[in-house]
Every structure is written in C-alpha cells, then in structure tokens.
C-alpha cells in the first residue's frame, strides 16, 4: 500500500519536475536582455564565453573569488551531490554502466560530505547574524530538506540496511509497466517521501539556480559591444516596423 502511494506520488512528482522545469526555461528564454552587461574582465567572443560558463559552473569561479569560505562549502555540498546522484544511477540502468559502477565507492562517501556541506551552508544562515536577517523559511527549509535526504541516505548506506536489490526492481518495474514490490522500511519511505516533496516544489523555488545560470545576461554575453551592435530580439521588430 505504501509502495503504490509512493509510487504514484514519485511519478507525479517527476511530472511536476520535468513540465514545471520546461516551463521554466522557456520563460527564462524569452525573457529580454536589452543591455549589454557581462561583468568584466569579460572574454570577447563566444568561445570564450562557453569556457568562463564552463569555469563558473563547475569551479564556481565568481564565489571563489568573492568568499572563499561559502565558495568551499558550496562546492563540496554540490560536487557532492552530483556524484551521489550519479551513484543513484545504477538504481535505473541494468546492466548499470562501467563508470556507473566505477564511482560507486566515491559516491558512498560524497553522501558525508554532501551532509557536512549543507549542513555549513545551514549553519551560517543561522549564526551569521547579517544572513539570517535576510534569510526566508524557504531558504531554510531547503537546507533542511536536502539534510535530511542525506541523513536518510546515509542511516541506509551505514546503519539500517535496505534491500537496495529490491528497490532497484521496483523502479526498473515503474519505468517498464512492471509492477514490483517496494521493500518496507521507514527511513527508506521517509528518504523517497522526501526526495518527492524535493522534485514538486523545484520548479517553484530558489533551485531554479541550477538552470538559471546559464542565463544570468552578466555572464553569458561576449564583451564585443563595438564589433556587433547588441539589440534584443522585439527591438529589432519594432525598428523593422518603423
Ligand atoms: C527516486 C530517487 C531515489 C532513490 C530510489 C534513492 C534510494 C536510495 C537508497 C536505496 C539509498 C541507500 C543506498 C545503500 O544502502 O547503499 C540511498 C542513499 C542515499 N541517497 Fe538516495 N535515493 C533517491 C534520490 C536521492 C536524492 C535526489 C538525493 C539527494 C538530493 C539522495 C541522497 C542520498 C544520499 C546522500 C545517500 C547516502 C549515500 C549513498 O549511499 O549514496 N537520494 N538512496
């Protein structure tokens, strides 16, 4: 019973995600960048611009250079975070591919410090008395939603076992019409429960971050103002129309 709730539930979910995520980059799309604004020093063509986006996304290049300490605690909470999910993969794939199984060992113990990480970012939203002026419940709530995904994760991988065969079965079952048991267990019901509530409200909050860099106009735009003239796209048909 609550395999098929949480079931229906994750699908659902994954619905909400995937739409509310399109939707999302759409509007981001259309959105008008009418000034020419990169942030210099800035590089002057496009291939430039795909190496910074590159250093930015995965260096985290602009904190680096405004705070070395959130810098530090943003990046091993996110590259944390992409190897456990990475590791996740072999609950989707059979045969679960080579590099899948390769960085199985490093993923088990990216879900500590993927906990340590968020747990500092958490930190200094409540003791650093500037911040937590500014801070909203979502801000916290989001850092306690991804904590306890962790902590869940983490009592499965350590202390309370689950049967990860069978929960691979279930969700090979979902994604091929074949419905397969859910092995029973709270914090393996808590972990899903969560990861649910973590996939619906993503297309409405702050994590919107994660597709949004890549159209923050200060960091996707050349700096080449005098070579081409920058002129957002109904600019132009209002000076076609005149
Ligand atoms: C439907 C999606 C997911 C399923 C089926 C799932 C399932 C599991 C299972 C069964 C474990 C225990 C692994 C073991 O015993 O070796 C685990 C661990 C963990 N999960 Fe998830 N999880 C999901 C999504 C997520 C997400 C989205 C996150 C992070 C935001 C996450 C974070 C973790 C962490 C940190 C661990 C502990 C480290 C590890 O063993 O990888 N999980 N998960």
């Not at 979502?138 to 929960?167: E, Q, R």
């Amino acid at each position: 019973m609550t395999g098929t709730l949480l079931a229906i539930l994750l699908c659902l979910a994954t619905l909400v995600f995937v739409a509310g995520l399109l939707y999302r980059v759409g509007v981001y799309t259309r959105t008008p960048a009418p000034l020419k604004i990169p942030t210099t020093p800035a590089p002057v063509n496009n291939g430039g611009v795909v190496l910074r986006m590159t250093r930015e996304v995965v260096f985290f290049e602009s904190l680096f250079k405004s705070n070395l300490w959130i810098w530090g605690l943003g990046w091993l909470f996110h590259a944390s975070l992409a190897l456990v999910l990475l590791r996740h993969l072999r609950y989707f794939t059979e045969p679960v591919w080579g590099w899948v199984a390769f960085i199985q060992p490093f993923g088990k113990y990216a879900g500590i410090t993927m906990l340590l990480g968020v747990t500092g970012l958490w930190a200094r939203r409540l003791f650093v008395e500037r911040i937590r002026y500014i801070s909203t419940p979502s801000d916290h709530l989001m850092l306690v939603l991804l904590a306890a995904i962790a902590l869940s994760g983490l009592s499965m991988t350590f202390l309370a076992h689950t049967d990860v065969v069978a929960v691979k079965g279930f969700f090979l079952g979902l994604m091929n019409f074949s419905w397969q048991e859910l092995p029973a267990g709270l914090v393996l019901y808590a972990h899903l429960l969560m990861v649910a509530v973590l996939l619906l409200i993503f297309p409405f909050s702050k994590l919107l971050h994660a597709p949004g860099v890549f159209f923050s106009p200060s960091r996707n735009q050349p700096d080449n103002p005098r070579e081409k003239r920058h002129i957002a796209a109904w600019a132009k048909q209002l000076e076609s129309e005149n």
